[in-house]
C-alpha cells in the first residue's frame, strides 16, 4: 500500500533528515566480542558466564508504544522459541540467532540479533545505547511488525526477510545507514545483510551462493529456520532497507524433505516476482461473506480547517515545516466480527486539481471488532487538494498468504460500501 501524498513523503524525508534519529523500534544490534576487563562494583552491573561480556540495560519498546492484545499483530504470546541456527558474523564476537514468537492474534514474528549466553539482544555500538559497548537483552515483548506474518490453520508460519545494510549493531535505528557522513551516520563496514526466515514443516535445506562457492544450509526445526549473515557491499547505495516475503527468491534451490526441490530463478514470475510454493501451508477455512452480510452505508466527513496531524517520533519543529492537511474522516457499522483473519479495509482515490493531488491510499482496520461496532478512520489529505475523493471498504478473508499481515489480496471479498466526496475550494 502506498502513501503518495505530500504528508508521507514530507515525513520519510524528516525521518531521515533529524540529527540525530529520535528513538524508534530497535529491531536488531549487534557487535564483534566485547572482552571487558575493567573492575566493577559487584550487583551493579550483570555478566555473561560463558563470554565475559557485560549485560546493560534490556530493549525496551519505543515510548508511546501501544501494545494492545487485540490490536495490530497483538502481544507476545509466552517467551517465544529460540532456534538451534547461527550465523557468524563477519567480524566475529557474538553469533547471530532467530527468535520466533506467537502473539495474541495469532501471528508469528521473527526476531534477529546476536547471542550471548542463549539471549537474544544488541551491542551497543554503531550509535546504539550510546556506544557502551554492553550487551542489552531483546525480550519476546519487543515486535517489529513488518516481520511478522499470519500463522496457516495448523498454525505455521511462513516467512522470508531480506534486509540490506542493517548496523552492526544489530538495531536498524542506531545510525543511519544511508548516510556516508555526518551525525548519526553508520560507521563504514559496519553494515550487514541479513537474511532470516521459516521455511515450514516439509523443507529440509536451502543452498546459496556465497563468494563464488555452493552453500548448503539444513533448515532447523519443524519450522524450517535459516539464517544467513554477510557483510554488506561497501559500494553498495542502496542499503537501509527490508524486504519481507513468503518464500526466499535469492537462494540457488530450496530442498523439501520429500526429496523434491526449486529453483527460484526457473520459477514463473507471480506479481512481479519468483518464489517457490509453500509445501506444507494448510489454508484456513473461511466462512465467506456475502454481500448481503456485509453491505452498510458508508458516513465521511470532510474537515473545512488546516491541521497539522501529530505522529510519532515527529516533533513539533518537524510539524512546522510539514504542509497544511486537511481531516477526512468515515464511518461504517462493522455487521461482521473481525479479526486479525477476517478483517475491513480500505482505500481512498483521489482525482484532484493541483500537483500531487492524484493518488490512492489505503490500508487494514487492524483490531478485533465485534459485530454491531460502529467504526470509524481518519485520512489526511493535502489541504490545498481539490477533486473527487472515493472511498470504499472491503471485508478482507484471505485464504492464501500476502507478503505482510493485513495486506489485501485482491480484491475484497465482500463489498462493506463506496462513498464519494468531493473536496471543497478555497483557501
Not at 366 to 385: F, P, Q, S, Y
Amino acid at each position: 500500500m502506498r502513501f503518495l501524498d505530500d504528508l508521507e513523503r514530507e515525513i520519510e524525508r524528516i525521518a531521515y533528515a533529524a540529527e540525530p534519529v529520535p528513538a524508534r523500534r530497535r529491531w536488531w544490534r549487534r557487535s564483534t566480542a566485547l572482552l571487558v576487563l575493567l573492575p566493577l562494583c559487584v550487583g551493579t552491573v550483570a555478566v555473561a558466564a560463558t563470554t565475559g561480556i557485560i549485560f546493560g540495560e534490556p530493549v525496551k519498546n519505543p515510548p508511546g508504544t501501544r501494545q494492545d492484545p487485540k490490536v495490530g499483530v497483538g502481544v507476545n504470546d509466552g517467551p517465544g522459541k529460540l532456534f538451534d541456527v547461527r550465523a557468524a558474523d563477519p567480524e566475529g564476537g557474538p553469533e547471530w540467532g532467530v527468535r520466533l514468537v506467537k502473539t495474541s492474534r495469532g501471528l508469528g514474528c521473527l526476531q534477529t540479533a546476536r547471542v550471548v549466553d542463549g539471549k537474544l539482544g544488541v551491542l551497543g555500538r554503531d550509535g546504539a545505547f550510546d556506544n557502551d559497548g554492553k550487551f542489552h537483552e531483546l525480550g519476546a515483548e519487543v515486535l517489529e511488525t513488518t516481520f511478522c506474518q499470519q500463522s496457516d490453520s495448523n498454525g505455521n508460519v511462513f516467512i522470508a526477510v531480506t534486509a540490506i545494510g542493517l548496523p552492526a549493531s544489530a538495531d536498524g535505528s542506531a545510525c543511519r545507514a544511508r548516510s556516508r557522513k555526518g551525525a548519526n551516520a553508520c560507521p563504514r563496514g559496519s553494515l550487514r545483510d541479513v537474511f532470516s526466515g521459516l521455511l515450514g514443516p516439509e523443507a529440509a535445506a536451502i543452498t546459496y551462493r556465497e563468494g563464488g562457492k555452493l552453500i548448503r544450509q539444513e533448515v532447523k526445526g519443524p519450522e524450517g529456520a535459516y539464517l544467513v549473515v554477510r557483510a554488506t557491499n561497501p559500494n553498495r547505495t542502496n542499503v537501509g532497507w527490508w524486504s519481507p516475503s513468503l518464500s526466499p527468491n535469492w537462494v540457488e534451490s530450496i530442498e523439501f524433505r520429500d526429496g523434491s526441490s526449486c529453483r527460484p530463478a526457473k520459477r514463473k514470475r507471480i506479481n512481479g516476482v519468483r518464489s517457490c510454493p509453500l509445501k506444507g501451508y494448510v489454508a484456513p477455512k473461511v466462512d465467506v461473506a456475502t454481500r448481503a452480510e456485509i453491505e452498510t452505508p458508508l458516513r465521511v466527513v470532510v474537515g473545512t480547517k488546516r491541521e497539522k496531524p501529530r505522529y510519532p517520533g515527529i516533533t513539533r519543529k518537524d510539524l512546522d515545516r510539514l504542509p497544511w492537511q486537511r481531516r477526512i474522516t468515515f464511518s461504517f457499522r462493522a455487521r461482521r466480527a473481525a479479526d486479525a483473519k477476517a478483517f475491513y479495509a480500505y482505500r481512498a482515490e483521489l482525482s484532484g486539481r493541483g500537483p500531487r493531488c492524484g493518488y490512492s491510499m489505503g490500508g487494514p482496520v487492524a483490531r478485533d471488532i465485534k459485530a454491531g461496532t460502529v467504526i470509524t478512520e481518519t485520512l489526511w489529505v493535502n489541504h490545498r487538494c481539490r477533486g473527487k475523493l472515493t472511498i470504499s471498504v472491503g471485508y478482507e478473508q484471505p485464504r492464501t498468504p500476502s507478503q505482510m499481515p493485513f495486506q489485501p489480496v485482491g480484491r475484497p471479498n465482500a463489498k462493506v460500501g463506496t462513498a464519494t466526496v468531493q473536496l471543497p475550494d478555497g483557501p
